[in-house]
Nanobody, 121 residues
Framework: VQLQASGGGLVQAGGSLRLSCAAS????????MGWYRQAPGNQRELVAV???????NYADSVKGRFTISRDNANNTVYLQVSSLKPEDTAVYYC????????????????WGQGTQVTVSS
């Protein structure tokens, strides 16, 4: 199973971007999919996570500005980021936890390669 993220870029404060992350491979099920970010000198932090049933959690710092969604049929998670601030500048990583199959089922917990979001003031 692999995750491929895309959609980052350079944007002015107040602007918007849409991040995407698609999971591919032999996937039996995906439980949670989420987005995390890591700014230089900081630890990786949760941005938003969505369960297979649609339950969502956001970091307080992004509530009202970011929207997470997922397409279960295509194993894809999206993050619409709006009203961006310079402090949102970071590498954004997607994460997926689920079950795959090779002779038997076993769980996976994978990270995408990261996509850079830079917000200029």
């Amino acid at each position: 199973v692999q995750l491929q993220a895309s959609g980052g870029g350079l944007v002015q404060a107040g602007g918007s971007l849409r991040l995407s992350c698609a999971a591919s491979g032999i996937i039996v099920s995906i439980n949670a999919m989420g987005w995390y970010r890591q700014a230089p000198g900081n630890q990786r932090e949760l941005v938003a996570v969505i369960s297979s049933g649609g339950s969502i959690n956001y970091a307080d710092s992004v509530k009202g500005r970011f929207t997470i969604s997922r397409d279960n049929a295509n194993n894809t998670v999206y993050l619409q980021v709006s009203s961006l601030k310079p402090e949102d500048t970071a590498v954004y990583y997607c994460n997926a936890r689920g079950t795959t199959f090779t002779k038997r089922t076993y769980p996976f917990d994978l990270w995408g390669q990261g996509t850079q979001v830079t917000v200029s003031s």
